[in-house]
């Protein structure tokens, strides 16, 4: 079935770092791709999501690539802030069925001053 | 757009009671709703997808009877957790798809209960 592997945490970055989340996929066909933050307390909010092989969803400095050929979607910024801080999950739902929505294990980021 | 809301954001209950949380779109037409319970520390875990206006359909493990589902508009899902135990507290989000299958979920903001 459809999984969804996402680098363990916790990470923690000096403010400025460069930050990556591996995050892999197994599942048939093409699903679509989807980084979500979660801050202490809420619920998530979707960060940047890809649909379909070779898109790169961006969103606030983060980005990540949707690569077909690795079944990956690692999540990259550049330079990361305190208010960065956040636990980050990697999602995908399978092709045509929004309803099939599996989840990494989710990554906390600390990001210090 | 697409902004989905939970009530309360919190709750505080004994055990043996009942407590609904309710899951709200706010500005779109949900046909499908979904929740989800979070472990600290952990990731999602589905528990049930409802359609409005029939049964909700639950995952593997999941209780029916303990966590009742009510889809009864396009805009209004309730999760209710009768005879609450200290096991039953966690985090509940939910999330609202407009079509079910065919459009991305939007997530509420969560619902932290705790049980004692």
């Known amino acids: 079935g459809n999984s969804v592997t996402q680098m363990e945490g916790p990470v923690t970055l000096s403010e400025e770092a460069f930050l990556t989340i591996n995050c892999t996929y197994t599942a048939t066909g093409y699903p679509s791709l989807f980084w979500y933050v979660q801050y202490p307390g809420e619920g998530l909010q979707l960060l940047l999501k890809a649909t379909k092989a070779d898109d790169k969803g961006s969103n606030k400095g983060f980005e990540a690539t949707y690569r077909k050929e690795t079944t990956s979607f690692h999540l990259e910024k550049g330079s990361v802030q305190v208010s960065d801080s956040a636990v980050y999950f990697c999602?995908?739902?399978?092709?045509?069925?929004?309803?099939?929505?599996?989840f990494g294990a989710g990554t906390r980021l600390t990001v210090k001053p | 757009g697409a902004v989905v809301s939970q009530h309360p954001s919190w709750v505080i209950c004994k055990s043996g009671t009942s407590v609904k949380i309710e899951c709200r779109s706010l500005d779109f037409q949900a046909t499908t709703m979904f929740w989800y319970r979070q472990f600290p520390k952990q990731s999602l875990m589905l528990m049930a997808t409802?359609?409005?206006?029939?049964?909700?359909?639950?995952e593997q493990g999941v209780e029916k009877d303990k966590f009742l589902i009510n889809h009864a508009s396009l805009t209004l899902s309730t999760l209710t957790v009768t005879s609450a135990h200290p096991e039953d507290s966690s985090f509940y989000i939910c999330?609202?798809?407009?079509?079910?299958?065919?459009?991305?979920?939007?997530f509420g903001p969560g619902t932290r209960l705790t049980v004692t």
């Open positions: 409802s359609n409005e206006g029939s049964k909700a359909t639950y």
């Open positions: 999602a995908l739902s399978a092709q045509y069925n929004n309803n099939d929505m599996r």
């Open positions: 999330s609202a798809s407009r079509l079910a299958g065919r459009y991305e979920q939007y």
